[in-house]
């Protein structure tokens, strides 16, 4: 940034001028910067960002254009107890989300907002979530006091003057607004105005609650324009699939966090696919619009990956390790003596000596994890050795099948098919997920996520099941709908499924179901596969036996199963859609 730049606005757009006028006048910074998203500005900003203490530059022989960055300790995380949708009345956030009046919101975060950029420098961070020229991008603007949020908004988004050259004097954009303030969380408030397609965050500097084209507007704030415009916005990776002899089915797949979606999009097929390919599109968000030729078309609205770094190796995720071999900023990971950087689950040994996450000395005799279990990886997607070109056009890419899928060891098979539209709506809508022994509620506990978007459904979720049962009529050739369970367990606690890339094999089949060219048997939950019909070549000691237990359906259980759902389904109960009740009556009378 040079002294030429500072306070140039580089947009004529009077709207966004008021705007920005009007938070100056509010947050009173010292200086503004207008970015434009060039190579030279970033450079500048990474020098200023290591010289401010923010960023330290990591070892450039091992991790060239490599950054480290560490955060406040009670900040690693996003926070759902602070998260708002301020509607103006409280039924259409609905009973899944925190709930303000917007003017209420506003006023109290007028107040932690006054005077906070005071010594501060205000970046105007202009963007795009989607490719230029999508009629699916949406433009966004945040206002940000925080260096670390400008250089990881130019990773995740198409950051720059493009942003207002896609706006033009219109006034169509997500207003962000980011105060640090003192990174407390009482004064932690991530709150949206879907009505007014805003989005004010402050007291935190985590990814999740800060980088506000992320889960704020492409989840939150988009589910809530989906519905308005017709079109979804879901917590899911897309990926493509190449046959050996070129051709390519496009997957869309929704698992909460901590389920392995990044190594899903990223999979590299074992050696007995020999010609196969799976090419990333997205590994977090999808947007998806019915096309002219009747089908769903899918973009993803992110240019980079804020991924969970612990586990991360060349055997879980090649890709991601070449991905993030350089022009990475890490953020809570263990820093080595040499300025590298190590994670619980990297390759090869331990190091003898390094700082943790927190910045204190740790040895493999440490109680302590060195790296924190959330630290993240910040890439730009062009560097993923299998990014789909198609992740740059704006058409998008039309979507075949569409997979939920939850951590389960008992119950739910490996994969099954649901008979129509309405019945994988259901599947959706009824998705759960083991918590981890960390996770408040205890370890084995089911918690229901429909479609992985409790924490980022932006309005009621029943309504949310309404717009998806509805859009079945938009689209003449809907994706298929499959449930997936990487994580099913033996009776001695061991996992039936070997998992990473051995899911290729449950991802054929899914392709040749949508292709018409793999059978499946009829059960009381739905489609599933048969020996005959699902690949189990080149996985040797893998028995047909073990391949029955995987895909067992126990009725005990799953009446079981059906019992728990009702725990959403009572609190959803003014504006459940019927169809989801009477889905879940034929499955009873089926099991
Ligand atoms: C994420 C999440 O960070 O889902 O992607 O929590
Ligand atoms: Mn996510």
């Known amino acids: 940034m040079t002294k030429e730049t500072l306070g140039r606005p580089n947009t004529s757009n009077k709207t966004v001028l008021k705007w920005v006028d009007e938070i100056v006048k509010l947050c009173k910074p010292d200086q503004v910067y207008w970015c434009d998203g060039s190579k030279a500005e970033r450079k500048a900003l990474l020098a200023e960002a290591v010289e401010k203490g923010v960023l330290i530059k990591l070892n450039p022989k091992k991790l060239p254009g490599c950054y480290y960055h560490r955060s406040n300790p009670n900040d690693v995380a996003r926070v759902e107890q602070a998260t708002f949708i301020c509607t103006e009345n409280q039924d259409e956030a609905g009973p899944t989300n925190n709930w303000m009046a917007p003017k209420d919101m506003y006023a109290k975060l007028r107040g932690l907002a006054a005077g906070s950029m005071r010594g501060r420098t205000l970046y105007v961070v202009p963007y795009l979530m989607g490719p230029p020229?999508?009629?699916?991008?949406?433009?966004?603007?945040?206002?940000?006091?925080?260096?670390?949020?400008?250089?990881?908004?130019?990773?995740?988004?198409r950051m720059g003057t493009l942003a207002f050259e896609q706006l033009g004097e219109g006034d169509g954009f997500n207003r962000g607004l980011h105060c640090m303030l003192d990174v407390h969380p009482d004064r932690r408030y991530i709150a949206h105005f879907p009505q007014d397609n805003t989005v004010i965050s402050v007291g935190s500097n985590y990814g999740g609650n800060v980088l506000l084209g992320k889960k704020c507007l492409a989840l939150r704030i988009g589910s809530y324009l989906g519905r308005q415009e017709g079109w979804l916005a879901e917590h899911m990776l897309i990926l493509g699939v190449e046959a050996p002899n070129g051709e390519k089915t496009y997957l869309a797949a929704?698992?909460?966090?901590?389920?392995?979606?990044?190594?899903?999009?990223?999979m590299i097929p074992p050696p007995a696919f020999k010609g196969w390919k799976i090419w990333t599109i997205g590994d977090d968000i999808a947007w998806m619009k019915p096309g002219p030729d009747g089908r769903l078309y899918a973009i993803n609205p992110e240019a980079g990956y804020f991924g969970v770094v612990p586990g991360t190796n060349s055997k879980s995720n090649p890709n991601a390790m070449q991905l993030i071999s350089h022009d990475t900023i890490y953020t809570n990971v263990a820093?080595?003596?040499?300025?590298?950087?190590?994670?619980?689950?990297?390759?090869?040994?331990?190091?003898?000596?390094?700082?943790?996450?927190?910045?204190?000395?740790?040895?493999?005799?440490?109680?302590?994890?060195?790296?924190?279990?959330?630290?993240?990886?910040?890439?730009?997607?062009?560097?993923?050795?299998?990014?789909?070109?198609?992740?740059?056009?704006?058409?998008?890419?039309?979507?075949s099948a569409i997979i939920f899928g939850g951590r389960r060891s008992d119950t739910i098979p490996l994969v099954f098919q649901s008979f129509n539209w309405v019945h994988g709506v259901y599947l959706g809508a009824t998705m759960g997920s083991e918590m981890t022994a960390a996770a408040v509620g205890g370890a084995g506990q089911v918690r229901r996520d429909p479609m992985a978007m409790l924490p980022f459904c932006g309005y009621n979720m029943g309504d949310y099941f309404r717009h998806w049962i509805n859009m079945r009529k938009h689209i003449k050739?809907?994706?298929?709908?499959?449930?997936?369970n990487w994580f099913r367990k033996n009776a001695q606690g061991h996992f039936l499924w070997p998992g990473f890339g051995e899911n290729m094999r449950v991802i054929k089949w899914i392709v040749d179901r949508c292709h018409g060219r793999a059978d499946a048997d009829e059960t009381p939950i739905g489609w599933v596969p048969n020996p005959k019909s699902f690949d189990l070549n080149g996985l040797p000691g893998f028995t047909v036996e073990q391949f029955e237990q995987l895909q067992a359906i126990n009725e005990e259980e799953w009446r079981r199963e059906v019992l728990m759902q009702d725990e959403l389904f009572m609190k959803l109960h003014s504006r459940l859609p019927k169809e989801l009740i009477f889905q879940r009556e034929l499955l009873l009378a089926r099991t």
């Open 335 to 399: 820093l080595t003596p040499d300025l590298d950087v190590w994670w619980e689950g990297k390759d090869g040994p331990a190091p003898k000596e390094c700082l943790d996450w927190r910045g204190n000395k740790w040895t493999p005799e440490s109680k302590e994890k060195a790296a924190h279990p959330n630290s993240r990886f910040t890439a730009p997607m062009a560097n993923n050795p299998m990014l789909a070109p198609e992740a740059n056009d704006p058409h998008g890419v039309p979507i």
């Open 477 to 484: 050739y809907p994706p298929r709908i499959f449930h997936v």
């Open 133 to 157: 020229g999508s009629p699916l991008t949406k433009v966004g603007i945040e206002l940000t006091d925080s260096i670390y949020v400008v250089l990881s908004m130019g990773v995740m988004t």
């Open 254 to 266: 929704a698992f909460p966090s901590a389920c392995g979606k990044t190594n899903l999009a990223m």
